[in-house]
């Protein structure tokens, strides 16, 4: 058994439900319980499910600061894992701590912060569970202005260039890295954008970031989706858009796997 997960890796043979190729092919959403695919801009609850099997362990705690629909704190706890989520929107957050909370485990933490994660206090999430560290970090932020997810101008959704979007970003990654343990690991969840007839690569600019911020880049993965509420019923739309400008329609996003060696 490892040092950060529960995994055996005696029987290695016997883990075939844990995803080990990086490109994840995931049919559908697993709406089972509390989670709702309702919010739009969620993710799909597979990938905090494999990605906490490979890199925590039960006992961790585990760090959203884009806490959304909770979607990253319903699977934690289900597998037994805390976790700490920090939302911006209070209506939002409201919303999910009763989704969350209606699965509540005994003895497992499930809590969330509303506050911007730009400039929260990290050392309430200390004080108030009596830790030094977390042991895994999941960030998944808005892709730039593709969705608006309200008015705050604090809202990465609503940064006015790509430069503030990737500074904004980077600012939530320096206020919460230093709570991840030294030796574990931490994800980005991210897509690209099309803008003027060109692609944004905001999952490259994303991925660049954490490195200079020091984290070391362990695996990229590529993850597919077949429709996006946004783009609901507009195959036929989208494959005009591509021919007529000499693109490509997004099936994918990316997870990008860091970890923090200093």
């Known amino acids: 058994m490892s040092k950060i997960n529960d995994l055996n890796i005696e029987n290695w043979k016997e883990l ?3 995803w080990t190729d990086s490109l ?14 309702h919010y739009h801009g969620n993710f799909v609850p597979q990938i905090p ?3 906490l099997a490979r890199y925590t ?3 961790d705690f585990v760090l959203d600061p884009f806490a959304g629909s909770g979607t990253t704190l319903i699977e934690a706890q289900r597998m037994k894992r805390n976790s700490i989520g920090i939302e911006l929107q209070p209506q939002v957050a409201m919303e999910a701590i009763g989704r969350i909370h209606s699965e509540q485990k005994d003895g497992i933490i499930a809590d969330t912060f509303v ?3 730009k400039t929260f206090d990290t050392s309430r999430i200390i004080n108030a569970y009596h830790i030094d560290k977390v042991q895994f970090i999941i960030y998944h932020p808005p892709y730039w202005d593709i969705i608006k997810f309200s008015d705050d101008i604090n809202d990465l959704s609503n940064s006015p260039t790509l430069e503030d979007f990737i500074e904004n970003f980077k600012q939530v990654v320096r206020n919460t ?3 991840l343990e030294k030796g574990r690991y931490c994800a980005v ?3 690209d954008k099309y803008a003027n007839s060109q692609i944004i690569p905001l999952s490259f600019y994303c991925m660049q970031a954490m490195q200079q911020e020091g984290l070391t880049l362990k695996a990229t993965i590529i993850k597919n989706f077949e429709e996006t509420k946004g783009k609901a019923n507009q195959k036929a739309l989208w494959r005009r858009r591509a021919l007529q400008n000499g693109l490509y329609i997004f099936k994918h996003e990316y997870i990008f796997v860091f970890k923090k060696e200093k």
């Open 177 to 179: 890295i230093s709570l």
């Open 189 to 191: 969840v991210i897509g």
């Open 115 to 117: 506050d911007d994660s």
């Open 24 to 37: 994840w092919i995931i049919p559908a959403r697993d709406n089972s319980g509390a989670h709702s695919g």
């Open 57 to 59: 362990k039960a006992g």
């Open 49 to 51: 499910h494999q990605l």
């Open 16 to 18: 075939t439900d844990i």
